[in-house]
């Protein structure tokens, strides 16, 4: 009888182990190297290491609006499930940076500045809509208040620095969120767990926390926010991103994946950057209405979370991602219908309804999906 | 095997000795876990190290040391496999394959991104159930669900005969 797949992975894992020999050596000895240990050198020929900007994705939020601020501070990295965040590890290995503040409930600054002896808990925030931020209140932390409607947010397990770029406030200049969005959430029809998984705000282990809600007045209270403000080099780096596909516009499209076949099987799109898959999206497990969930993968990020049908509709549902000051790498999730994408004048053709672009530094470009009868919708 | 010890944190003293002993009981076992995820020893004892100092200059705020030092050891594993993706030059998730191991199902194991690796190793490597997985790796459980069933399925594509 052939052993199944878990079998054997029990047995290729304890073989595994077993073969690992390890030095004597107390804590003491660990203590009391010369040596500063480097944990995760970088590959010779590897690019450095990474900052992947996980900037918008799947620009959705329509009505939503999401997100996050943390809970507690504490330096266990496990923290309970029961808890009203579903929490990330924080292993502290940088200061935040000095813009950043964190706050409990009551607006008093717990950890400003943050020294690298502290958990610099992460963020989080997001941009929502108007009429959705007097629900979520806390969430409008930043600075300026985030005005704006839609700019994605995305997922997070990238375990590096996530942060929406931009924001478009109806006055003012653009500004940026430290921190990830975590998807996907109509508060029309809040759900406690809707809000979820992690993000990360820099380089290394330092990872933010996405609060769970568990009711619109959110009596737990305010976590821990943490909100940069861009400065100018910030501004500078954030002028190639695309603005926002705005949550409260046209849905031309078709929600149809052929992608996806309705199988539990991924499809899988690849090249030479990304990996793409696509699954159907598990209604009231991952998203209050029926849509999809994706997995993209870079050098260096990964990004894993699902958007609701609403988004995938309007055909403009796209990540972006910068690894530093390298370029821009736009990958979007369209319906079948959608047989072009054009970036800044570049037409792109999906295939597996997934695209991809890498984009140049420069001025943000306008992205807009077509159907073979040339019906379009176009970013702001 | 890695077990939790729940009582880690209430028996020992919040000093250097109280550190050094749980070095002494979970420094292999967590150097293991790091191992079959890293599959270089040098890192995976380095990584290991590096927790327990984490664990040494926080642990007055560490609640439960054990788990501290598993997501922190699975959070560097990850961290040092990013350093060693390098999508221009090899497709995306194809990672380093093991010279010791060149078998069937560790090269499967190696063709899968790292979030799903990380949840089978603490799956049938540390047997930890699916909510104590989604506490270290700071995900929902749903999604610990999610990635187990893709690298199963995946697993089984692979090594199907």
């Not at chain 1, 500004?175 to 998984?197: E, K, M, N, Q």
């Not at chain 1, 079948?336 to 890498?358: A, F, L, M, Q």
């Not at chain 2, 190793?121 to 909510?131: E, K, N």
Request: net charge negative; proline share 7%.
């Amino acid at each position: 009888m052939t052993p199944s797949v878990e079998d054997r992975l029990r047995t290729h894992y304890a073989r595994v182990a077993d073969e690992l020999e390890l030095d004597a050596l107390t804590f003491d000895d660990v203590l009391h190297r010369k040596d500063p240990i480097a944990v995760a050198p970088p590959t010779p020929g590897s690019r450095r290491p990474v900052t992947w900007a996980l900037a918008a994705a799947c620009a959705l939020v329509l009505v939503a609006g999401l997100v996050a601020l943390n809970g507690r501070e504490t330096a266990d990295p496990s923290a309970p499930a029961t808890e009203p965040a579903t929490s990330t590890p924080q292993i502290p290995e940088t200061v935040l940076p000095a813009t950043t503040l964190a706050t409990v409930a009551d607006g008093v600054p717990i950890s400003a500045p943050l020294d690298a002896s502290q958990v610099p808990y992460g963020p989080l925030d997001f941009a929502t809509t108007d009429s959705a931020l007097p629900l979520w209140p806390e969430a409008n932390s930043s600075e300026p208040p985030a005005t704006t409607t839609g700019y994605g947010m995305s997922l997070c397990d990238s375990g590096y620095s996530t942060r929406v770029l931009r924001v478009d406030p109806a006055e003012g200049r653009a500004h940026a969120y430290a921190g990830t969005l975590c998807p996907f959430i109509d508060l029309a029809t809040p759900r406690a767990d809707a809000v979820t998984t992690c993000a990360t705000t820099t380089v290394g282990f330092v990872y933010a926390r996405c609060q769970r809600r568990t009711d619109l007045t959110d009596t737990v209270g305010a976590g821990t926010a943490v909100v940069t403000t861009a400065d100018e080099q910030q501004q500078s780096a954030m002028r190639g991103f695309p603005t926002a596909t705005r949550g409260e516009g046209i849905e031309p499209f078709t929600v149809d994946l052929d992608a996806v076949g309705g199988q539990e099987e991924a499809a899988d799109f690849r090249d030479e950057v990304v990996a793409v898959t696509i699954t159907p999206a598990e209604v009231g497990d991952f998203v209050d209405t029926p849509g999809f969930c994706f997995s993209i993968a870079l050098e260096g990020a990964t990004a894993e979370g699902c958007a609701g049908n609403q988004l995938l509709a309007t055909g403009l549902a796209y990540g972006a991602f910068r690894d530093g000051d390298g370029p821009i790498e736009l990958i979007g999730i369209v319906p079948d219908e959608v047989t072009t994408i054009e970036v800044g004048g570049v037409t792109v053709v999906p295939t597996s309804n997934v695209w991809h672009h890498t984009l140049a530094d420069g001025p943000a470009p306008r992205i807009t999906a077509t159907f073979e009868d040339g019906h379009t919708n176009a970013t702001t | 095997m890695i077990v939790n010890s729940p009582d880690d944190r209430a028996t020992a003293p919040s000093d250097l000795a109280a550190v050094s002993e749980l070095f002494e009981l979970h420094r292999s076992p967590m150097a293991r876990l790091a191992y079959v995820l890293t599959r270089n020893s040098e890192v995976s004892d380095e990584i290991v190290q590096e927790a327990f100092l984490r664990l040494h200059v926080n642990w007055e705020r560490v609640e439960n040391p054990t788990a501290y030092l598993r997501t922190a050891v699975v959070n560097a594993c990850h961290s040092h496999h990013r350093h060693l993706r390098v999508v221009r030059d090899a497709p995306v998730g194809v990672v380093e394959h093991s010279r010791l191991h060149a078998d069937e199902i560790s090269d499967a194991l190696a063709k899968l991104p790292f979030p799903q690796r990380a949840v089978l190793a603490l799956r049938y490597f540390c047997d930890l159930d699916d909510i104590e997985i989604a506490r270290v790796l700071g995900i929902r459980r749903a999604t610990v669900r999610t990635r187990a069933h893709r690298a199963l399925n995946q697993l089984r594509k692979e090594i199907a005969p």
